[in-house]
């Protein structure tokens, strides 16, 4: 703590550091006192002022009606959360989190309240990943509230402008009601198992094949973000497929990057095969495939830029293949269409409700 006495007994430093605070202010404020006249002004007023530490030790709390002209308030979690305390001036935040919560961290915010008459004169100090990470949170919430404006429905996917921010705590959400499950951007996504049984895909594979039909093998090619979702409108998963692929929440997050204005006008790129003989694991118990990419179909040699959207299709041939247990490690003998989705790899993840 610092105790200011005439100018004469200040510090070098601390002097310095004063001037650099008023040359801040002097950028804020048009007309302001002297520095001399504030220095004077602080000497004199700097007696009334009152140190609370608010903690479970000493069962403080914030003052309504403060008795003393300036309090200092120094705390942690009881005064993290949902407090708004007047006439907050400065912050000196540095609570940190190596998984933080939107919520959590908006309700950090309302410390200060909404006072827009005294934001010019309010300063918080923390640390550059601090600021970034408010800053990305704002962003979020910015977007989840133009989502609500245009759409009026309940929002479905939640992009999450930092990769390590969770949208709430899990301990507050139902179980019955919300599954929360995330996509990160520069990973791939596909559907462990496929949809293949003639019964249920019925003409669907040739509506893909006629949708796709100009696309040549092992092409990349940028199109319209429309044409995008018109594959992803059908359906790929089968019920019991594993994994984090959800056709629906699939949509619904490649949906919710045609909201971000950076990646509203970005290249849409998709690259379709004919001809893939992949077969079901047999680390997934032939319940499903652990991958579709080959390494030959790495994006790089593609030369797909890795903050594009990129759309792989696969046509398996759905051979049946018969192991000697009678296992069925291929399919259910019609060809069918596997989709990969690799999302701009940036730091984005789309948190969408499974439920």
């Known amino acids: 703590m610092f105790y200011l006495f005439p100018e004469q007994a200040v510090s070098q430093n601390f002097r310095e550091g004063l001037e650099e605070a008023y040359a801040d202010m002097q950028g804020t404020f048009e007309n302001i006192p002297a520095f001399e006249d504030i220095i004077a002004e602080a ?38 959360r ?10 000196y935040y540095g609570r940190d989190a190596l998984y933080p919560q939107i919520d959590t961290v908006l309700q950090h915010a309302r410390m200060y309240g909404y006072r827009h008459a005294e934001l010019p004169a309010i300063r918080i100090y923390l ?10 949170i704002h962003r979020t919430d910015n977007a989840m509230r133009e989502k609500c404006r245009v759409s009026h429905e309940a929002i479905p996917v939640i992009p999450l402008m930092a990769r390590n921010i969770r ?32 019964d249920i895909l019925g003409n669907q594979t040739e509506m893909i ?6 696309f040549e093998e092992k092409t990349p090619y940028s199109v319209p973000f429309e044409n995008l979702l018109d ?5 790929f998963a089968s019920p019991e497929s594993r994994g984090t692929w959800k056709d629906d929440l699939i949509r619904q997050a490649v949906s919710s990057i045609g909201n971000i204005p950076e990646y509203r006008n970005q290249a849409i790129v998709m690259v ?6 992949r077969k079901k694991d047999q680390s997934r118990d032939y319940r499903g495939i652990s991958s579709v990419l080959p390494g030959v179909f790495n994006p ?12 792989f299709l696969f046509k398996f041939n759905g051979k049946v293949d018969y192991l000697q247990n009678r296992i069925n490690r291929g399919w259910d003998g019609v060809p069918f269409w596997v989709p990969v989705i690799i999302f701009p790899d940036v730091n984005y993840a789309f948190s969408v409700n499974r439920t």
């Not at 007023?45 to 914030?62: D, F, K, L, P, Q």
């Open 82 to 91: 949902g407090v708004t305390i007047k006439n907050l001036l400065v912050t």
């Open 43 to 80: 000497a004199r007023a700097i007696a009334s002022t009152e140190v609370i530490e608010i903690n479970a030790r000493t069962g403080a709390g914030v003052s309504s009606n403060p008795s003393r002209r300036h309090t200092l308030y120094i705390g942690g979690t009881k005064i993290g």
């Open 272 to 277: 379709v095969t004919r001809s893939s003989d």
């Open 300 to 311: 790089s040699r593609f030369n797909i830029q890795p903050t594009a959207l990129s759309l």
């Open 231 to 235: 594959i992803l409108d059908f359906k």
């Open 167 to 198: 949208p709430t705590r899990r301990n507050v959400l139902d179980d019955s009601t919300v599954d929360i499950v995330t996509y990160l951007g520069g990973q791939s996504y596909f559907p462990s198992l496929p949809i293949s049984s003639p």
């Open 209 to 214: 094949d006629n949708l796709l039909y100009t």
């Open 127 to 136: 640390p550059q990943h601090l600021g970034i990470r408010f800053c990305n």
